[in-house]
């Protein structure tokens, strides 16, 4: 493949399957450089609790949350850091586009090139679980087959270990398991929920403290935490924050920063045999775009007119597919830089004139180029219906997508913000400033995977990572 990509194939794990795909499951795993994680689940509680001033509360709101909800589906997306080539820089890089605030002026650029490997496994807890309306919307909206489910999820129980089921090998704990073992960096974007979520769906019972989970943690993922959602909101700073947007803002930059000779990401995939276990999920760029185009006043409020702005904004609509408006995330990404653009021309024109101090900032003055008219925007949405969406219908294997859409946006970061120095280990990337943070809605810090010098682990989790370094030692032997 290449800097570009069509679609990328997702392996959907069930009971049928499991037994066969497990040795390439438990390889992907064990040679990635990151492994990217997303979680589909019944329910996630009332906005009051994701978004509690407390964060102590909102640890225990999701805590309560997790033991009353459940996962229907685990994504998992090896991404393995194959080799990074070099190589120089025709010439000093001078760009026009502000989105780029460049990290290292280097004089040599890079392409990091990955293996993609992704799974999604399809969960089926066997306690009793809350399904809330709102989820069952958005996943029978997205596809989601509820029969399928129902009849080859891979059954799980919650909380600690129970000793007369452990035999059990092949399922969905033990998957946990081994990406404990691994001791590979974990990417997630949004991580806290999903954090929780495992640790008592596949792991243990939830400690009580928050402070005593955080502890935990920083035994459990020994690798370290990355959050997209973190580096998206605290460092490159775009417009909106949701995976969709991030992976679709990510995958254009990566383009255009290959095109313009700096550092990108190309990924491969492996040639699987054509099968019922393969699912190509569509996530080709569009052809065309308004970027570079210079609309008038009145062609960008049509474009504006155009777009579901709530949806723009949060990735989330309560209309979902009967909204009259465009959820075209291409749309959405053109319509905020043409406003960054605009934004960043007066800004200069302001600087300007502030220089000349010659008290005319009146904008009718400058010169505006109208190369982009109303009708114009009118031909171009209908060339543009039906290309490039993004895999907008996934169904069962949702989370195994938004696991690659993670792990994607979290190379493009790498060959944006870190650096290459002979090593493929992702400690040797320059990326130690993003590790174990954590992104929190509403604050300014994130929250940090540290262990405090007066916080203990719980018992529940010694017992088990003791357990797991034991099946550690005798696979050894
Ligand atoms: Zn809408």
Redesign the pocket.
Do not use: E, L, R, T
């Given at each position: 493949m290449s800097v570009r990509f069509e679609s990328v194939p997702v392996l959907d794990v069930n009971t049928n399957n499991i037994e066969v795909l497990w040795p390439s499951l438990m390889k992907a795993m064990d040679s990635s450089t990151f492994i990217a994680v997303d979680t589909e689940l019944s329910g996630i509680g009332t906005r009051k609790t994701l978004m509690a001033k407390s964060v102590e509360d909102r640890y225990k709101g999701t805590a309560e949350n997790a033991k009353t909800r459940s996962v229907v589906s685990l994504g998992l997306s090896c991404f393995k850091l194959t080799h990074v080539d070099t190589k120089p820089k025709k010439q000093a890089g001078n760009m026009s586009d502000d989105s780029f605030v460049d990290e290292h002026s280097s004089t040599s650029c890079h392409t990091w090139n990955f293996l993609v490997q992704t799974y999604n496994i399809m969960a089926l807890c066997q306690e009793e679980y809350v399904v809330e309306p709102s989820s069952l919307k958005f996943l029978v909206e997205h596809g989601f087959d509820f029969n399928k489910q129902y009849s080859c999820g891979v059954g799980y129980y919650r909380g600690n270990d129970k000793p007369d089921l452990i035999s059990d090998k092949k399922c969905l704990r033990s998957v946990f398991t081994a990406l404990v073992k691994t001791k590979k960096p974990v990417v997630f974007h949004n991580a806290l929920t999903d954090l929780v979520f495992l640790y008592q769906n596949f792991y243990a019972s939830l400690p009580s403290a928050m402070s005593t989970f955080i502890a935990d943690l920083t035994e459990i993922f020994t690798g370290g935490v990355y959050d997209t959602k973190y580096v998206t909101d605290y460092v490159h700073r775009m417009p909106a924050s949701y995976l969709e947007y991030v992976f679709r803002k990510s995958q254009r930059d990566n383009v255009q920063r290959y095109n313009t000779e700096r550092s990108s990401v190309t990924i491969n995939i492996l040639p699987y045999p054509a099968s019922d276990t393969v699912n190509y999920c569509k996530c080709g760029l569009p052809q065309g775009s308004l970027q570079g185009t210079d609309p008038d006043q009145e062609t960008l409020q049509a474009i504006k007119e155009h777009i579901?702005l709530?949806?723009a904004g949060h990735g989330w609509?309560?209309?979902?597919d009967r909204?009259?408006?465009s959820?075209d995330i291409d749309l959405i990404l053109d319509m905020d830089h043409l406003v960054q653009t605009r934004k960043s021309r007066k800004r200069k024109r302001r600087n300007r004139n502030q220089q000349s101090d010659n008290g005319d900032s009146d904008e009718s003055q400058e010169p505006v180029n109208n190369q982009f008219t109303k009708d114009q925007f009118e031909e171009f949405m209908s060339k543009r219906l039906g290309s490039g969406e993004i895999c907008q219908h996934a169904g069962c294997h949702r989370a195994g997508f938004d696991s690659f859409m993670t792990g994607f946006s979290f190379a493009v970061y790498i060959s944006k913000y870190g650096s290459y120095k002979g090593s493929l280990n992702l400690d040797d990337c320059g990326m130690e400033a993003f590790k174990n943070n954590v992104y929190l809605s509403g604050k300014n810090m994130p929250l940090t995977i540290v262990k405090s010098a007066f916080s203990k682990t719980s018992k529940d989790h010694k017992e088990k990572i003791k357990r797991i370094s034991e099946i550690v030692k005798n696979s050894d032997i």
């Open positions: 579901c709530g949806f609509c309560s209309s979902g909204c009259s408006k959820h």
